[in-house]
């Protein structure tokens, strides 16, 4: 079983910088692959990236390529995103999320996070 719990979210300002954390308090966290989407208001959910269950494989949305940067500690059962240099428009909701596939598509998730808020000021 996976229980993910996101942290980290807040207010900042465009430039700025933030850390989400995702805690899995399951066993299971080192077996599936993760992935950080988002959602603003009015908006689809969408992807942001993804990383592999080793931490050897990622990939990102264009929005955010060279900006975000996914990461895993399997030791402690945490995935997260260091965003760095925050428009705006990357304002919403970031949720994590685990698949058995290696993939971008929020269908094949299994498992979500609560989600938290990340806004970011002009």
């Known amino acids: 079983q996976v229980q993910l719990v996101e942290s980290g979210g807040g207010l900042v300002q465009a430039g700025g910088s933030l850390r989400l954390s995702c805690a899995d308090s399951?066993?299971?966290?080192?077996?599936?692959?993760m992935g950080w989407f988002r959602q603003a208001p009015g908006n689809k959910r969408e992807f942001v990236a993804r990383i592999n269950f080793s931490g050897s494989r990622t990939s990102y949305a264009d929005a955010v390529k060279g900006r975000f940067t996914i990461s895993r500690d399997n030791a402690k059962n945490t995935l997260y995103l260091q965003m760095n240099s925050l428009k705006p428009e990357d304002t919403a909701v970031y949720s994590c999320?685990?698949?058995?596939?290696?993939?971008?598509?929020?269908?094949?998730?299994?498992?979500w996070g609560q989600g938290t808020q990340v806004t970011v000021s002009s």
């Open positions: 399951g066993r299971m966290f080192n077996s599936y692959h």
């Open positions: 999320a685990a698949s058995r596939i290696f993939t971008a598509d929020a269908q094949r998730y299994d498992y």
